[in-house]
């Protein structure tokens, strides 16, 4: 199959692949077979960079009894912090900005139609993929956003030897190249870590205030991170 291109924005196999790559960034659960018999499928259809990281996944994942794959799912996306899936952590770390990051990505969902669950992040890169395959332009346009923190996600989970490192790989290669300065975004990061704020973990404000809007100059109070459909 030929894919159209789209010049200056996302191609027109995008779509595919942002949500093969969600599914399998999701919690493996008892319907994980059945998205990985999906990707196999859709994996033949893209381009190479983008397929053949997939397929290696797939390949892995199909051979690991579940009992293990869900454990080394929440030891590496629970338990390490530096394999965060929640992309505005990277930008932000734990701070009053990360809060206004995370209600401009839930008022951009909700103009395209979108309403997540009350305890579902709106930066989970799973979500954010999922998105972006509904709605490509705007989708393209927040990963490109967050490209170097994914890059860090990525090259943390390569350390890690990570099996899901080659997911991040898959979604890489459906992004722009790396410019100077998000190479330089991604050095700092990595040497840094995110930006530090001492707040503690509770709701962030509802969706009817506006980020311009706030004039308060208390801490802004971030939920704990939960994986849409992972173990509580």
Same mark, same amino acid.
């Given at each position: 199959?030929?894919?159209r291109?789209?010049p ?12 093969t790559? +969600?599914? &399998? ?12 018999a999906?990707?196999?499928?859709v994996a033949?259809?893209l381009?190479d ?10 390949t %892995? ?6 009992d ?16 965060c899936?929640?992309l505005?952590y990277?930008?932000h ?6 809060g206004?990051? &995370? ?5 951009t969902?909700a ?7 009350? %305890?579902?992040l ?11 395959a509904a709605e490509?332009?705007?989708g393209h ?6 490209r170097a ?20 790989? +898959?979604?890489?290669?459906t992004?722009p190249?790396l410019?100077?300065?998000?190479r330089?975004a ?10 530090e704020?001492?707040v503690?973990?509770?709701?962030y404000?509802?969706?009817a205030s506006?980020p311009?809007? +706030? ?6 109070f971030l ?7 992972g173990?509580?």
């Amino acid at each position: 199959m030929k894919w159209r291109k789209s010049p200056g924005g996302p191609r027109s196999w995008h779509p595919h692949a942002w949500q093969t790559q +969600s599914l &399998l960034l999701a919690y493996p659960d008892a319907d994980h077979p059945a998205r990985l018999a999906l990707a196999r499928r859709v994996a033949d259809t893209l381009p190479d960079p983008v397929a053949e990281p997939l397929r290696a996944f797939l390949t %892995d994942a199909g051979r690991t009894p579940a009992d293990d794959l869900a454990a080394a799912y929440v030891a590496t996306f629970d338990h390490r912090k530096r394999c965060c899936p929640y992309l505005t952590y990277y930008g932000h770390g734990d701070t009053r900005k990360r809060g206004l990051a &995370l209600l401009r990505l839930k008022q951009t969902y909700a103009a395209a139609g979108w309403r997540l669950a009350d %305890d579902e992040l709106p930066d989970h890169l799973a979500v954010v993929l999922e998105f972006a395959a509904a709605e490509p332009a705007t989708g393209h346009r927040l990963l490109t956003e967050h490209r170097a923190g994914l890059e860090l996600l990525r090259l943390a989970l390569v350390e890690d030897g990570s099996r899901w490192a080659a997911v991040l790989t +898959s979604v890489a290669a459906t992004l722009p190249a790396l410019k100077g300065d998000e190479r330089a975004a991604v050095a700092r990061l990595a040497a840094e870590g995110p930006p530090e704020e001492e707040v503690g973990l509770a709701p962030y404000p509802p969706a009817a205030s506006s980020p311009s809007s +706030s004039s308060s100059s208390a801490p802004l109070f971030l939920p704990d991170p939960v994986f849409p459909g992972g173990p509580r």
